[in-house]
């Protein structure tokens, strides 16, 4: 385990990845994914946990962090699914547990049901293919604005969007999410051509694919998510036979930021449990 991750890069489906390696080599590979609009410092909190027992890196998915954007909106559900075999291929990790949230939980949702020979085991952070419509659109009405005249403006933004996290806390986040550009503004490294990559259509496909999914599965809910209800959390463990869902107090959609102790809590049993 290390204090701080190591940055990475490399190139996969033509395009340059950055990546966070938080140790511990030769312990059970576990590949964190971020929500979107987020980067892999977004797990900054609880890897170094994570580490104590278990390999973790963390993944830039394409259009987001220091990862390229994705030329000619290149950001179907089969296109991070791609990235996320090819990171396992290009690590040699014939398997590894899935620890992911939002978009990155979705995109997960997906490699779990295409490629059950390479997933260990799957934890999705506070989604499913039903999301709340009224917390979605709050979530894209906060990211309509994405340029700032100064850093102190965009973290006062987010902290008024998400009072669960202290001023500090965001700052440390918003510093790896947003650039300053020639002109002295502060701007989101993330390609707001994402959501036109088909995302929003593939829903029932998602349902269908957490059917298939063979893997030992948890879902972790904040239990102020404006994201995911507790009725569509019920859903998932109804069609996915043997997973299971935890809750984490004093957590909305953020859960591992927002309760980091909490969110350890949660997962650290599943994964004991499972032996992974």
Same mark, same amino acid.
């Given at each position: 385990m290390t204090a701080s991750p190591a940055d990475g890069t490399t190139s996969l489906n033509g395009l340059r990845f950055h990546f966070l390696d938080w140790g511990t080599r030769g312990e059970p590979p576990t590949l964190l994914l971020h929500g979107g609009a987020q980067t892999a410092h977004s797990w900054d909190e609880v890897a170094p946990d994570l580490a104590r027992d278990h390999h973790v890196l963390a993944l830039d998915q394409r259009g987001h962090g220091d990862t390229e954007w994705a030329p000619g909106g290149r950001y179907r559900r089969d296109d991070f699914v791609a990235d996320i075999r090819a990171f396992l291929d290009d690590r040699n990790w014939e398997r590894a547990t899935l620890v992911a949230l939002s978009l990155g939980g979705l995109n997960s949702i997906a490699f779990a049901a295409t490629h059950p020979e390479r997933i260990a085991g799957l934890v999705v952070v506070d989604v499913t293919p039903t999301i709340s419509q009224t917390g979605g659109k709050a979530i894209a009405a906060q990211l309509q604005v994405r340029d700032f005249?100064?850093?102190?403006?965009? !973290?006062?933004? /987010? &902290?008024?969007?998400?009072?669960? $996290?202290? =001023?500090?806390?965001?700052?440390? @986040?918003?510093?790896?999410?947003?650039?300053?550009?020639?002109?002295?503004?502060?701007?989101?490294?993330?390609?707001?051509?994402?959501?036109?990559?088909?995302?929003?259509?593939?829903?029932?496909?998602?349902?269908?694919?957490?059917?298939?999914?063979?893997?030992?599965?948890?879902? !972790?809910?904040? /239990? &102020?998510?404006?994201?995911?209800? $507790?009725? =569509?959390?019920?859903?998932?463990? @109804?069609?996915?036979?043997?997973?299971?869902?935890?809750?984490?107090?004093?957590?909305?959609?953020?859960?591992?930021?927002?309760?980091?102790?909490?969110?350890?809590?949660?997962?650290?049993?599943?994964?004991?449990?499972?032996?992974?």
């Open positions: 005249a100064s850093f102190e403006e965009a !973290v006062a933004r /987010a &902290q008024a969007f998400n009072p669960l $996290r202290s =001023a500090e806390n965001i700052r440390a @986040r918003l510093r790896h999410a947003l650039r300053q550009g020639a002109d002295g503004r502060w701007s989101y490294k993330f390609d707001p051509g994402i959501g036109g990559g088909g995302l929003e259509a593939d829903f029932e496909r998602l349902w269908e694919q957490v059917r298939q999914i063979r893997c030992p599965t948890l879902l !972790v809910r904040g /239990a &102020q998510s404006a994201i995911l209800s $507790r009725e =569509a959390a019920a859903r998932f463990v @109804r069609e996915l036979a043997g997973s299971t869902v935890v809750e984490v107090p004093g957590a909305g959609h953020s859960v591992m930021g927002d309760n980091p102790s909490g969110f350890i809590g949660a997962v650290r049993p599943f994964l004991a449990r499972h032996r992974l």
